[in-house]
């Protein structure tokens, strides 16, 4: 048997990734609550707001009004998504200490998601990773659709590699690698982030996989074999499929919790707590959600 | 990387194990109708019915007339359960030609599920067995609860070998080794069903993972790795656990399909035409079937 890290880091996105692909609009102070439950439940790290513009997402508009309302549990790190320099301004108006910069291994996906082509989102974002750095911020990056994507089909380990050293050229001091659309297999994960760990340390490395086709289970045991350590994951699977309405879309964060659980890997997440977490922001979106942990008794 | 198996069987139990596990009752010609859609999709072995006390299971208690109004697919392979000589009788009646016995590798659960202790069951399916291949039926062997037994926990590899042993001893052609509750990880296939895999032949061994904790494709994954070939599931992930009012239970014949496809193992199964059988009878059911494939467009 291949060996398994003793710890696991998890970085709950379901305030962000997760209410951002949710029809409902959840009033600020229901939102906050939410992201104490989930820092309660023993989550350390909680991607909790973006700061693009308000028209663009309105579900998460009020994120200025957001950060400033959290009431801060003790060793969680909050971090907010940041497009430009101006959302980089209302970052550090907002008190958060994080950030986190996004592009994608697709031009076409890319272009669709945020009208830019992929050099151009790195040229856009290094005086925006400068003065975050500068402001002592610290900051995230991801790359989206990693393995394929949705308008090009399969992408290259090359290309993902590329788009992943640029960002790190930035500044950023860890990559989350997207699943966008929950096509990879566990063998795709083999390859794709089998070629990335030949070149950057695993441990600044997130794995962030979709369970849109019920695979990422799989990616994660697969990635974790392969020595990874950090995954992305969302309260009850908080969070549709932008390309497949009705579809899962973020791995559930009670699904990977109780894979580690099982395994005896530590992540010092509570699965009883993050439950009560989806509970209550299931109840104020008025729908089931996805997780299949969440549905057992 | 491990070389995976270049053609896999998959034995469709959602006429039976899912059916089994809805509350609805399914009027028999939409049964069949069900069940002819799954043929034609390319489902070569399909479990369909039930010869249990019709009093224990209502929602199969039709088998003798479903079995006989089904529109026969050239190719494919119908079983049924039968739990004694009396659903031998009505099986032989009924003119099918493959039949399962059925036992777990926990003595409380066997007891609690069917009566008697694991001995006295194998002891009861001999005759039943000799009686089935002296009419020329063939015979396969379920082992329930192989990785996790709801009320005694953790199952032993040797536990489930001494099972799945006695019934190959009294004939059967395959054995199914079921993770009843859904439980099992990855690392809990390579230790057991690695075991397993010492003892017998890998061909004559189906793994029927449940997936009830979101596992199931995870396991599939694992089990794919270590050489073997047979996996149950269940149209649109058809039948819920009952241990867990509302959770998953089945691995879904969708998210099965969809894992090999891309992995590029042949099954013979058409993901479009699988689909249209599991929207077929979730409206018959009225509800939405849990497949994470299936709810995507």
Avoid: W
């Avoid at 200490?97 to 272009?111: D, G, P, Q, Y």
């Avoid at 795709?188 to 979709?210: I, N, R």
């Amino acid at each position: 048997m291949r060996s398994l890290p003793k710890n696991v880091r998890i970085v709950e996105v379901g305030p962000r990734d997760g209410l951002q692909n949710e029809s409902a609009i959840i009033p600020t102070p229901k939102k906050a609550e939410f992201i104490q439950l989930l820092g309660t439940a023993g989550l350390q790290d909680i991607e909790v707001a973006s700061f693009v513009h308000p028209n663009r997402v309105p579900q998460l508009a009020d994120a200025d009004e957001l950060v400033r309302q959290l009431e801060l549990v003790p060793n969680v790190r909050y971090s907010a998504l940041v497009p430009n320099m101006k959302g980089l301004e209302r970052a550090i108006q907002s008190g958060i200490r994080r950030i986190a910069v996004f592009t994608a291994a697709s031009e076409t996906f890319n272009k669709k998601n945020i009208n830019m082509g992929i050099q151009e989102s790195i040229d856009v974002f290094k005086p925006v990773v400068d003065r975050a750095l500068k402001e002592g911020l610290s900051v995230r990056g991801y790359v989206s659709t990693c393995f394929v994507c949705p308008y090009e089909g399969p992408v290259t380990k090359e290309k993902v590699a590329d788009v992943a050293g640029a960002l790190f050229q930035l500044g950023v001091d860890e990559v989350s690698i997207g699943d966008t659309i929950g096509a990879a297999t566990p063998r795709d994960v083999e390859t794709t982030s089998g070629y990335l760990l030949q070149q950057f340390a695993g441990h600044k490395l997130a794995m962030h996989f979709h369970d849109t086709y019920g695979m990422a289970i799989a990616n994660v045991y697969q990635a974790l074999q392969m020595g990874f350590m950090i995954f992305d994951s969302s309260a009850g699977g908080l969070g549709g499929c932008p390309y497949a309405p009705g579809a899962s879309g973020n791995l559930a964060t009670e699904d990977l919790v109780y894979l580690l659980d099982r395994l005896g890997i530590k992540s010092g997440v509570s699965l009883d707590l993050v439950r009560r977490a989806s509970y209550f922001i299931a109840r104020e979106l008025g729908r089931d959600l996805p997780s299949r942990v969440l549905k057992t008794a």
